[in-house]
């Protein structure tokens, strides 16, 4: 597939994804105090340069998305899409190397794009990290980000990126991503072709998607800010809200969210919903359809 293509459903991915109506986040009618709505904008066009380059490459996967990561942080003043880099390089290399949307064949791709990973991918990873500074909180086991001596213990044990999201596995979405194949963002290109033919508009199409995304899957975010018993009473209010949809209980699950400031962003389901994006444009191009 045109690695131009690739890098372009990324950038669209990011525009629609920050567009559309997802409660407690950024979004086109709301912003935070620190991260801006055109922040979101700027930086996810910005870093189509490290996806368009890995999918000419093929390789390297950990400098790309070091280099997606500074690409970002030249055009917005904060961290606002690590999450989304991290979804959407792994994807656009997939994508590159099978050639053609199949999702047996990508979910193979991804497994094997993160075991045959290197220990200098990690450490890229790690460098990419520190640069977008993310508030992080002391991991439970593995390496370190913060502590000098973690690179030293990536280069002597010998830790790829699928062992070091193995880690992180149990208690963060992105993690389970990449060692299992990307479920969650392929049931949300599920969700957002059903909603979307469904209702003709790609903005509510990506909402109730988000929606149904943070209603089954407690969002990383909140309960790492939170804690799960938060996380999850969120999850089950968007059920809510999703099951007798309207604009005004959209409206309130908004405010409800941005009560503690931006405590109870859901902003992990944002960067899922993003990716599930970007393979629902992947997919519709290599049908030749474009969005109404």
């Not at 792994?90 to 990508?106: C, M, N, Q, R, Y």
């Not at 993690?175 to 290109?189: A, D, H, K, L, T």
């Amino acid at each position: 597939m045109n690695p131009f293509d690739i890098m372009r459903a990324s950038q669209i991915a990011c525009c629609l994804e920050v567009s559309a109506f997802k409660p407690g986040n950024v979004h086109r009618y709301k912003d935070f105090d620190d991260v801006k709505y055109h922040h979101f904008i700027a930086s996810g066009i910005a870093f189509g340069e490290a996806v368009y380059e890995l999918c000419i490459n093929k390789s390297n996967i950990g400098y790309y998305i070091k280099k997606a990561v500074s690409l970002s942080k030249k055009w917005s003043p904060s961290n606002t899409n690590l999450g989304i880099i991290l979804l959407h390089l792994p994807i656009a290399l997939a994508i590159s190397k099978v050639g053609t949307f199949d999702e047996k064949l990508l979910r193979e791709e991804l497994l094997r794009i993160a075991k045959n990973s290197t220990y200098k991918d990690t450490i890229y990873l790690y460098e990419a990290i520190k640069l977008a500074n993310p508030n992080l909180t002391k991991p439970k086991e593995g390496p370190d980000v913060m502590d000098e001596e973690s690179i030293k213990e990536i280069e002597e044990k010998k830790i790829n990126l699928y062992d070091i999201f193995l880690f992180s596995a149990d208690h963060d979405l992105i993690g389970r991503e990449w060692v299992n194949s990307f479920p969650i963002s392929f049931e949300g290109c599920k969700l957002l072709e059903h909603y979307y033919e469904k209702e003709r508009d790609i903005n509510l199409a990506i909402t109730k998607t988000f929606l149904s995304i943070l209603s089954k899957y407690p969002d990383s975010l909140i309960i790492k800010k939170k804690g799960y018993d938060v996380a999850k009473k969120v999850s089950e209010l968007a059920k809510e809200v999703l099951k007798d949809f309207s604009i005004e209980k959209l409206e309130e699950f908004d405010t409800y969210l941005r009560l503690e400031g931006n405590k109870l962003n859901p902003g992990t389901t944002a960067d899922l919903t993003a990716s599930s994006i970007m393979l629902f444009l992947i997919k519709r191009i290599n049908e030749g359809n474009t969005i109404l």
